[in-house]
């Protein structure tokens, strides 16, 4: 069954500093790959999705991220960290393009 | 859009007690799931719904759980009797069949906690 792994449950980056949350993929077959973000005390929202169109996806709030298919990679970078980034950070991955199957999620901690 | 509504948005119970959680999907969204997020386990599928059909319910724990959406426009997850393991936060997410590759809308989740 196709699955996530986020390597490390917590990373902590100074403002203004690289963003890059690390997510790696099992599948047979090409995946469908999201990254959600989960403030505190609210559900998920989606930040980007990787759906064969192209192996660079941008999303909102400045992230992107790119399909590595021979190293079976989807990370989450950010140029600049803000303030406002500090959050939950969920990979997950798709075969049907229905139901989701999510990583264990990435707190990111963004400091002064 | 109002976005995906639940509700309560805290529960607290007593072991034993019979719990309703509910979710009014994206008026027109087509597909509805029911996630559960623990610290342990973090987000589990629980089941899903197409056209208020279940589709795939191997996530449900067990048979206290259960999940019904008898319109486009409601559905509730119940848990009875409830446990103290059962404490978790329940999210419901909707999402619409385009041909691509639909994103899920999530709710803000009702957090139950079972003493």
């Known amino acids: 069954a196709q699955s996530v792994t986020q390597l490390g449950s917590h990373v902590s980056v100074s403002e203004g500093a690289l963003v890059l949350l690390r997510c790696n993929y099992s599948?047979?077959?090409?995946?469908?790959l999201f990254w959600y973000v989960q403030y505190p005390n609210q559900g998920l929202q989606l930040l980007l999705k990787?759906?064969?169109?192209?192996?660079l996806v941008k999303g909102i709030n400045g992230f992107e991220a790119e399909f590595k298919k021979s190293e079976t990679s989807f990370h989450l970078t950010k140029p600049s960290a803000h303030m406002s980034d500090a959050a939950e950070y969920f990979c997950?991955?798709?075969?049907?393009?229905?139901?989701?199957?999510f990583g264990k999620g990435t707190s990111l901690l963004v400091t002064p | 859009d109002a976005g995906v509504i639940q509700s309560p948005r805290h529960e607290v119970t007593e072991m034993g007690q019979e719990v309703t959680l509910r979710c009014k999907p994206i008026?027109?969204?087509?597909?509805l799931f029911w996630y559960r997020q623990t610290m342990m386990r973090g987000l589990e599928l629980l089941i899903y719904?197409?056209?208020?059909?279940?589709?795939?319910d191997s996530g449900m724990p067990e048979d206290r759980f259960s999940a019904k959406m008898p319109n486009a426009s409601f559905s509730t997850l119940k848990i009875q009797p409830s446990e103290p393991r059962d404490s978790a936060v329940y999210f419901c997410?909707?999402?619409?069949?385009?041909?691509?590759?639909?994103?899920?809308?999530f709710g803000p989740g009702t957090r139950l906690l079972v003493l």
């Open positions: 719904f197409n056209n208020n059909v279940p589709i795939d």
């Open positions: 599948s047979s077959v090409p995946p469908y």
């Open positions: 008026s027109g969204h087509d597909y």
């Open positions: 997950a991955v798709s075969l049907s393009g229905y139901a989701l199957n």
């Open positions: 997410a909707s999402s619409l069949t385009s041909g691509g590759q639909e994103t899920q809308y």
């Open positions: 990787y759906t064969s169109a192209a192996t």
